[in-house]
């Protein structure tokens, strides 16, 4: 496994509101997705798109506490993930630690209904920072 082949596929912005993250993406260009609630990461989560431009997850708060919650805790907003989708997790776990780099799992996978319920799993590398890794449906073509 090659790290290559990781394919970039959106960066998260926590906000405490999406509001103003949403009319600068709108005036950029951005296609703006539904608003969903994700039980399992207790968080909303609105996916912008664009033809040109990388993807923006924008993830804000729920009524309950939860893991945006500490993110958020001393800035309004904050990019804070980069997610890349790939083929194998496993395998390119296994190929950035024998980089030498140190790898914590944050979150073990687990379906996402942002992605149709693909599997995430979010992962701390040192002198990195946090990783989603987003595993790619059968048959489909690298994110662009």
């Known amino acids: 496994m090659n790290l290559e082949q990781l394919s970039f596929h959106h960066f998260g912005l926590a906000v405490k509101s999406p509001e103003s993250a949403l009319r600068l993406l709108r005036g950029m260009g951005y296609t703006v997705g539904e608003t969903l609630r994700e039980p399992i990461q207790n968080v909303r989560l609105i996916l912008c798109t664009h033809p040109s431009a990388p993807d923006v997850e924008i993830i804000f708060p729920t009524e309950t506490p939860g893991p945006v919650d500490a993110i958020l805790a001393k800035s309004r907003e904050r990019i804070y993930h980069l997610c890349y989708e790939i083929d194998d997790p496993e395998a390119t776990l296994a190929e950035i630690e024998a980089k030498g780099l140190r790898v914590v799992c944050v979150s073990p996978p687990q379906p996402a209904l942002l992605f ?29």
């Open 116 to 144: 149709g319920n693909r599997k995430v799993s979010f992962h701390y590398v040192e002198g990195f920072g946090l990783i989603e890794l987003l595993e790619r449906g059968k048959g489909a073509e690298p994110h662009v």
